[in-house]
């Protein structure tokens, strides 16, 4: 493998590369609201322009139930390994909207104290469709410089914010289509640009909506208060009761098959570099905050956790308005660890909620998405070959890390495919993803155009071994 003619290339085309990524930017293909939906359309089509573009072959848009997912190929040969890249193009909603210092779908580029030589500010800029594009400038990156070492096969989706149950279906319903050696994905983050990482875990997801619901209507505070429960008071009262003063989940059963780590892979752990007080002055917090007895590196990625999204009720308008509410309401998530269930965890959480609500009051809970947490291996050809890969790019010789947030289609992959992923991410933690104001490096992104033809160049090596 040639590594100047990769740099030269990517010098000779690094503008067309940004400026192609913030074309896509721009149109805003959020997969949760209908209003979007023409514009996740949008979106489809032109990665299905750019992956033609880039030299993709069978590309198509498909439809599903939901929003569609792009799929492209280059088969070279029977004889080599197939590398399948995962990616998403929808992004998340912008609210709060104000809080944006520029428009979310009008990116710009600025420079901050972690991205000296740039990011570029929009929604999805990191996540995920700077990360997703990378790979389709890798792509055309190999194949104009006839270094693409192996079969690759591009699956591109258009809901993996609201869960990827259309996916689930595309993926059961086209095994042969998508059969592979190895999954490649980057939707994660790094350590630091000096600290790189792989991602080897993702926690899972138990996405629940509850309604309490007490009397008929919407009543006089003065007249019916006291005498009649108020579906707001018991609503946080019962979500108090979920945490003990230690921070552990009150729900008989929660913790029953999470598997803890040893000592040695708590060592493991606690080797990469993380600075508590970086991690305080950056969310303008004065202390953390969790689970007795963990640290929060593993309270934020080997624990489980349950966690008010959102909660609403009663008069939230100008001024006061005395009124007894007759109904609230909250979405709550749990992010789930090996070796929880998130269907299982999803019904103990029904059948408990409902079963603690008191008298007076109405109880239902709507499960929303899961998906089950995962284990990488890093030790199979695939992780090796990132791991060459960046060592080579970041010149250090990347960590392994467990992520905190969830990716449900990965556990899905193996268990439908029977593939592993690998999770080659190059995003920071700090890009602001789901919050206002998200970005993506420059430099990130260029690393990872630099990087994943070293990993199909390594890949196709560790292979043939
Ligand atoms: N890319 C993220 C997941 C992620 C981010 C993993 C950072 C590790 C580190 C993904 O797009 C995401 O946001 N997933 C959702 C789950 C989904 C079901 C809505 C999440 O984790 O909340
Ligand atoms: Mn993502
Ligand atoms: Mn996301």
């Known amino acids: ?88 193009y929808d992004v998340q909603p912008v609210d709060p909207i104000e809080l944006w210092h520029s428009q979310p779908f009008e990116p710009i580029i600025k420079k901050t104290p972690l991205h000296p030589e740039g990011a570029i500010f929009a929604r999805g800029s990191a996540d995920d469709k700077g990360q997703a594009y990378m790979h389709i400038k890798a792509l055309e990156l190999m194949l104009k410089t006839n270094t693409l070492p192996c079969n690759i096969k591009l699956m591109i989706e258009g809901e993996e914010e609201v869960g990827s149950d259309n996916l689930g279906v595309f993926v059961a319903e086209n095994k042969e289509k998508l059969k592979a050696d190895i999954i490649l994905i980057s939707d994660t983050a790094i350590l630091a640009n000096d600290t790189p990482s792989i991602t080897v875990g993702l ?131 749990m992010r789930l660890v090996p070796n929880q269930s998130s269907k299982k965890i999803t019904e103990l959480f029904k059948n408990y909620f409902e079963s603690i609500a008191p008298a007076g009051v109405k109880v239902q809970v709507k499960p929303h998405h899961g998906g089950d947490p995962v284990v990488t291996p890093s030790n199979n050809p695939g992780y090796l070959a990132a791991e060459k890969a960046m060592h080579e790019t970041f010149g250090k010789k990347p960590v392994p890390v467990r992520g ?46 630099e990087t994943i033809p070293l990993f199909f160049y390594h890949y196709a090596q560790l292979f043939k071994k």
Not at 52 to 81: N, R
Not at 256 to 272: G, I, P, Q, R
Request: charged share 25%; hydrophobic share 35%.
């Open 1 to 88: 493998m040639n590594k100047e003619m990769i740099n030269q290339y990517i010098q000779n085309n690094k503008e067309r590369f940004v400026e192609e990524l913030l074309d896509l930017l721009r149109i805003p293909s959020i997969s949760a609201d209908p209003a979007y939906k023409a514009d996740v359309q949008r979106t489809a089509e032109k990665v299905k322009q750019r992956l033609l573009e880039a030299g993709a072959e069978q590309v198509e848009v498909c439809a599903t139930a939901g929003h569609p997912i792009v799929y492209g190929e280059k088969m070279i040969s029977q004889d080599l390994p197939t590398v399948l890249v995962y990616g998403h």
């Open 404 to 449: 905190g947030g969830s990716i449900p289609i990965v556990a899905l992959f193996e268990k439908e495919l029977g593939i592993k992923s690998v999770l080659m991410g190059f995003s920071l933690d700090t890009d602001a993803i789901h919050s206002p104001n998200e970005h993506y490096g420059i430099f990130n992104y260029i690393k990872g155009i």
């Open 203 to 333: 926690r899972g997801l138990s996405y629940v909506e509850v309604d309490v619901t007490g009397p008929n209507r919407d009543l006089h505070s003065g007249i019916y208060g006291g005498a009649v429960a108020n579906p707001i008071n018991i609503l946080c009262e019962m979500i108090a009761s979920l945490k003990d003063k230690n921070n552990k989940i009150t729900i008989p059963g929660f913790y029953d098959d999470v598997s803890t780590l040893n000592d040695s892979e708590k060592a493991e752990l606690a080797k990469a570099p993380f600075n508590e007080e970086e991690y305080k002055k950056h969310l303008d917090i004065n202390a953390v905050y969790g689970e007795k007895d963990f640290s929060t590196m593993e309270r934020s990625s080997i624990r489980p956790t349950l966690d008010v999204n959102g909660i609403w009720g009663g008069y939230i308008g100008e001024g006061a308005k005395t009124v007894l509410p007759s109904k609230a309401f909250a979405k709550i998530s």
